[in-house]
């Protein structure tokens, strides 16, 4: 069972700052140097200043000065933290990839930290291990949760959603539209029978990490660093309901490098692909990405290389392939795209170990379709895969057999903006 409570939350004196604009950033591990420094520029106050630290001018280490930063805004009335406890409801009207119009509810609590099993919290992804340690020190250092993780729960009976869009008929809290044009709106809920709702709808759920997998099992850590009970046991979540409307998922692309320059590999690989997968030459680029699955329900793969620049379509010969590949995996696991491609070809005929893939050595990724073109385009990569992504349904059977996909099997979109709400972890 989720132990899900309101917050005592650190936040913005949205009066003192501004408001939402100048201060909220997209997560960190979207941010690149000049991203940051326009974000920087926005506001002294801006969250990117201690979620994504660097040196002071007078230089130290860049998680101290995150946590000297944190302190010097609360002095200065930037930050200010409530002596009650709220949960936050937030809505997140966005413009899917797909160029639909969709708006996401969920609500911001804090969440007991919980072996990942059964019928409490389940991951959904493998992780990389470099960003655990960036935010371990960054939280060793603050003492907070300075951006939440995003998890998903099952509402069958609707209770939840039902208690949130009654939060929602005022004047949000504070609003922002961010740089992609997502609409960011939230509520404060601190009415103690809608807070008794929400804990009482949540109370049998069990939790699927979407997004987030590193900043949950880096606040698991800190909790047993700090040890006994008290905040630094709960940790910052954004809880959307699985049954949401607005709910998407959509998929990442894999790019590979190193086969120009190697004719034994790319040779390879163009025998396992003949071997495995019937091949289709498509009309244009615009056809690699796939719909799902074939129409007579093979797994299907967009592929294209720099060397031939023909959009190839790839549909798997037999399901038996991929089961004898992946035989000491699940049935659902067996027929995720990114697990087959990866079996497959990425630690087939390409070599990939599983440190490769961890560190992206000869591999990237990309969510967009024009992205992948343009970095083959460039040279940055030789061949890119373009997957159709996996269904909430098979993410849930995936997480419920108790083996975590591949990384970046899923995006989810929109990313849950930095600096709505801090968790104070002391």
Not at 72 to 87: H, I, K, N
Not at 166 to 178: K, M, N, T
Not at 278 to 307: A, K
Not at 315 to 333: H, M, N, S, W
Request: proline share 8%; glycine share 8%.
């Amino acid at each position: 069972m989720a132990d899900v409570r309101p917050l005592n939350s650190l936040r913005y004196e949205l009066d003192r700052v501004g408001g939402f604009e100048p201060v909220l950033s997209p997560p960190y591990d979207v941010i690149d140097p000049a991203q940051r420094a326009a974000l920087a520029a926005r506001s002294p106050f801006n969250v990117v200043g201690i979620d994504l630290p660097e040196p002071a001018t007078t230089g130290g280490d860049p998680y101290e000065n995150a946590a000297t930063l944190l302190a010097e805004w609360q002095e200065a009335g930037a930050l200010v933290r409530d002596d009650e406890p709220s949960f936050w409801v937030l809505t997140q009207d966005y413009l899917a990839p797909d160029g639909s119009r969709r708006t996401r509810s969920g609500f911001l609590a804090a969440v007991k930290i919980e072996e990942y099993g059964a019928g409490k919290i389940r991951p959904h992804e493998r992780t990389h291990p470099g960003p655990k340690e960036d935010r371990l020190r960054l939280t060793r250092a603050t003492k907070t949760n300075l951006s939440p993780i995003f998890a998903l729960y099952s509402d069958a009976t609707g209770a939840a959603r039902a208690a949130i869009a009654a939060q929602v008929a005022g004047e949000p809290h504070g609003e922002q539209i961010d740089d992609d044009g997502t609409v960011n709106r939230l509520w404060r809920v601190s009415d103690l029978d809608a807070q008794a709702a929400l804990s009482e709808a949540l109370e049998p759920a069990e939790l699927l990490i979407a997004d987030g997998h590193h900043r949950y099992e880096t606040a698991r850590i800190y909790a047993d660093e700090i040890g006994g009970d008290g905040p630094h046991r709960f940790v910052l979540m954004d809880l959307v309901a699985l049954e949401d409307p607005g709910l998407s998922v959509f998929p990442t692309h894999r790019l590979v490098s190193g086969l120009a320059g190697d004719p034994v590999r790319a040779n390879a690989l163009r025998e396992t692909v003949e071997r495995c997968f019937e091949v289709t030459e498509l009309g244009s680029t615009d056809e690699l990405p796939p719909n799902g699955l074939s129409p007579d329900g093979r797994l299907q793969f967009g592929y294209i290389d720099s060397r031939h620049k023909r959009p190839l379509r790839l549909v798997l010969r037999d399901q038996a392939i991929a089961d004898e590949a992946l035989a000491d995996f699940p049935p659902p696991y067996r027929k995720l795209d990114a697990a087959v491609l990866e079996a497959l070809i990425l630690k087939g005929p390409l070599g990939l170990s599983e440190d490769d893939i961890s560190h992206f050595k000869g591999l990237g990724y990309s969510r967009n379709d024009d992205e992948a073109l343009a970095l083959l385009e460039g040279g940055e990569y030789d061949a890119a895969f373009f997957l159709s992504g996996a269904p909430i349904e098979q993410i849930q059977e995936i997480a419920a057999a108790g083996v975590n996909m591949p990384p970046k099997s899923t995006f989810f979109t929109p990313k849950v903006p930095t600096g709505l709400v801090f968790n104070p972890l002391s």
